[in-house]
Every structure is written in C-alpha cells, then in structure tokens.
C-alpha cells in the first residue's frame, strides 16, 4: 500500500463519529500518568534567568518584528525566550492536586513537546552546546558541546549569528489519554509551540526560520538521539529545526550542508533520559504511521505570502508580554458576551499569512487552512454560517465542493486582504456544539472555528505534509489564543469534534478538504474551585540543582 494512502487510513480510522469515538483507553490509568517533565539525568544543569524585567512592547509587536530591536544572544536573552514561550505560566491546585500551566497550550495539559537548543559559544561558555530545555527548572540540559570550529563553519554557512531551536513529541504523552487519535494532537501542540517561540523571538527582535529542507534523521543526528538510550514507547521524535538569527527581511539557507551534520555524529552525548511512566503502553497505530510520516531531505523553499503592510487596530493598547502570560484555555463561556465586529475581523486579519511577520515568516509552508466560522455572537454581524479563506487558491473548488444552497455572499466593510463570505444566516449554536463532540464551548462563545484544509493532494503528493498541515492548524489556534486575549474574551483549542459531521455541514462528499481543528472564543467563566500559584514559586533558593 502506498504511504500516502496509509497516512489516508490513519486519518479516517481516528475520526470521531457521534457514534463511535477513536479508539482510546478504556479508563484512565492514573498510577501510569507520563511525567510532563522530561529531563536528561546525569548532565550539568544551567539554570536560566527569570525576566526581571518584560520587553517592553505592545500587543501589535507580537506580530511587527521591526517594531523590536535586536537583542544580543546570551543567557539572559535565551531565559526570556524560553520564559515566554515554553516556559510555565501558572500552577494550578484543587483537592490535594497540583499542575503545571504552560505559556503553550497543550491538549489535555499533557505537553508532548519538547525543545532542544544548539547554542553558540558565548561569554562563559567557550564551546557552545546542544541542550535540552527543562521548563520545570526554567534550564537548560548540557547534553554535547560542538566546539567553536562547528560553529565557525555553521556561521559561515549562514552568514550571520544565530542559533538553533528543535521541537520533539512524545506521543505517549498524549496517547496515555487520547489512543489513536494522539499523533494528530501532537502536531497541533508542535504547530502552538512553533507560534509561541515566534512571538517571543519578534518581542527581542529574532527571526525565526523553518530550516525546510533538513530530514527527520539531520535533525535526530543533531540532538544526538542516535546514541541517545530511550526507554521503549517513551522515545522523542524530531517535528523540526528552527533557526533563529538576525537576518531581517533577508533570506537564509534552508537546509545545513551534509558534511556539517555528520559533524554531530562523532559528538559525545550524555545524559539519560528519564523515564516517564512505569508501564507506557503500546498504541502500534501511532507507531506505524510515524514510522511512515518520515520527513526525508528535501529542496529547501522560501515562501512567498502577502505583502508586508501593517495592522490598522483601534483597541486600546495593551502589553504583549501580559497577553502572553495571561493566555488560558476556558473551560466555560457565559452564553451572553458579544465581540464587536471590529475586533472580530481584526483578528481574522492575524491568521492570513504575511511576509516578515510573526508567526507565519518562519514559513512552514503554503498556507492550505481556511476557516469555517460558526458566529453565534458577534456585534453587528448576522449570525450565522461564514467562510474565511486564507488563500485564494481554494475559493473556486472549495465553491464548487460545497452545498450549491450557500449563498457565498462577500461580507462588506470587511479588511481588503479578507475573502470573507456569508454561507448562511440563522443560529449555528447547536449544530456547532453537536459538531464539536457536544462541548458546550463551541455554542457559549462568541465563536466557533472549524479548520478546513486541503488534503487528499498534499498528502498524495508528500505524506510527511500531514504534519505540516496540523502544525499550521496549531500556528493559527495560537494566534486565535492571543487575539481572543487581546479583546479582553479567552480561547479554546478543541481536538475533539466529529470529523464527517462537520464536512456534512460543508456538502463535501470526499477528502479532498478535511476538517482539522476547532477553536471557541468567548467571556470565560472561571472554575472559582481552583487555587492559582506564581509559575516558578517552586524555584525557592537551593531548589536548582
Ligand atoms: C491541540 C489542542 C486540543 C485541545 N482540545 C480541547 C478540547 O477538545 N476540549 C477542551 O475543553 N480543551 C481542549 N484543549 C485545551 C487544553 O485542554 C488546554 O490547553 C490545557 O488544559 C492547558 O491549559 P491552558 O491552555 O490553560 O494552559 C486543547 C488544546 C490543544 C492545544
């Protein structure tokens, strides 16, 4: 069978139906819980800073690289960073329980993402390293030291500074809750962290680029997983290299010369991994298509999207650094709050891909997602069925694939750069919340998003892009967490919906478009039950080492 129809297979058996759910565990065994937190015993730990102080800048800088200078690359710089990306966010507690929140949301809070970072020397730490980032220390991992040469060749090569950031997934993690349907979860949360650390990279100034060409096994060779003893089921597996430089609005390669990856394979690498269940299970399904969505080398691809022109935003200003900090996931809306039609369409405009803007200039491809919009509560707006495309590419064959009765009707006094169109007028709340797997979040809010992408060609023509399409479904739920923010209201990611119920509503009798990703927004109403701690108050004096 071929690896395109196999990838075709996963996606159809891990479909939710009202009906009949993915298969996933029966119970959940708490006692085999993974520890969100990896960490690589045995190995010197280089504890971060902690912000004393946020960059300064506004919301719209989250997004307006130009509008921040240039930091230098050093620890401090690096804390901030993390601190505003992956980092923890909160600790919540209730009933004798405690967890950790994360400035990057996560399906179910369970954090398959991990990050690994290939520094430069810099003052005090001669050699460089790779290392991995341990978020409950808010530290890195010092797992191999690639020495100065490496790094002169590397600079060379790209000519100019930087350094290199790896996303990796456990997909126990998520499977320990989720079954089969996991790997899909996985790359969503890989596609948030993406956006998280683009955000942060803007506020000091970074840019931030999906070294597009590299394979699975450049990057693997690089975090030295080859010798690497991972515990059976619990192993990490690469989703991308980042490169982060100072290259404004000039292009970098997209892939590292060959002869310099094999430059890693003869590091030493230690530490161990530390295991993370005492009994992690076998879901074989996650397994095998992993095993199949393997990314090989390929041409490396710089991407054009829209011109480079700015947000005109009539909200009052507000800190990005507080958006980011203060993002949650609601577990409730209350039914009732509307946005203004202004804010709405302000935050459509975030999720069209332009060029030199966050997070879409770490290009992680063509922009194949487009947006069906449930608007329940929106001011000045009907409420109704609406459909955003986020490329213009699709708009006559997603017309032609859907219910002739639409009436693709142009919404007016829109943003030029939004193909904004009324599908139907009426109230979608129950068909929403039906759709979403019955979460009462998909008819409370003010919204409900469902992610439409084109499919069946892309994974026909590359099956390692199944990834890449989660990953942009989880690039623009990311944004959607911030702009939700911004207008003072909370967002939702929402993994769980039913696939085929949804491309009914759509009129699409094959896969040529599916349906990835839901997201709500809406005024939240907190669980009052919880108690809300600082996130690092567990770093008291002496706590690190
Ligand atoms: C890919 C993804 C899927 C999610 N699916 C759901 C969902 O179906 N229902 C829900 O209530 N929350 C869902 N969430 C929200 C997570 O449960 C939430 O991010 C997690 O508990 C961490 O909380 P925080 O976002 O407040 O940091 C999802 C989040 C992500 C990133």
Known sequence: MAISEEVIQYHDRTKHHPHRYAKSPDYLDWANEPDPFRRYDGVRLIPLPLAEKDPEADYLDLY?????????????????????????????????ASWALRINPSSGNLHPTEAHLILPPWEGNTQGGVYHYNPFYHALEQR???????????????????FFVALTSIYWRESWKYGERAYRYCNHDAGHAAASLSFSGTLLGWNITYLNALSDQDVETVLGFHKTRWKRFEEEHPDFLLF???????????????????SFRSLSYSGEPNPLSNRPTDWHVIEEVSSKIVKPRTQGKSYQYRVHDSFQEKMPLQEATKIIRRRRS????????????????????????RNHKAPFDLELGEPSVHLLVFAHRVTGLQSGLYFLFRHERDLEEIK??????????????????LLFYLLKEGDFRSTGQSVSCHQEIAADGALCFAMIARFKEHIEKAPFLYRTL???????????????????????????????????????????????????????????????LPPYHHLAKGKQS
């Open 400 to 417: 032609q694939r859907c219910h002739s009765s639409f009436l693709w009707k142009r919404v007016d006094n829109t943003p030029e750069s």
């Open 64 to 96: 307006e690289r130009k509008n921040s200078t240039f930091q230098a690359i050093s620890l401090k710089t690096i804390g901030t960073f993390l601190e505003l990306s992956l980092g923890l966010s909160a600790w919540k507690s209730f009933g004798g």
């Open 470 to 532: 989660h990953w942009e479904a989880g690039l623009i739920g990311q944004i959607l967490y911030l702009e939700a923010e911004a207008c003072s209201l909370r967002g939702t990611g929402m993994g769980c919906f039913f696939d085929d119920a949804v491309h009914e509503v759509m009129g699409f009798s094959d896969n040529s478009f599916q349906d990835l990703y839901h997201f709500g927004i809406g005024e939240a109403v907190e669980d009052l039950r919880l108690v809300t």
């Open 330 to 353: 609601a577990v409730a809306f209350d039914g009732k709050t509307y946005m203004p039609k202004e804010h709405f369409f302000g935050l459509l405009e975030k999720t069209i891909p």
């Open 144 to 162: 191999a030291t690639p020495g100065e040469k490496l790094w002169a060749k590397i600079r060379e090569h790209f000519l100019t500074e930087g």
């Open 244 to 262: 982060v430089h100072a290259r404004s609005e000039k292009d970098v390669p997209r892939e590292i010369p060959l002869e310099l990856i094999q």
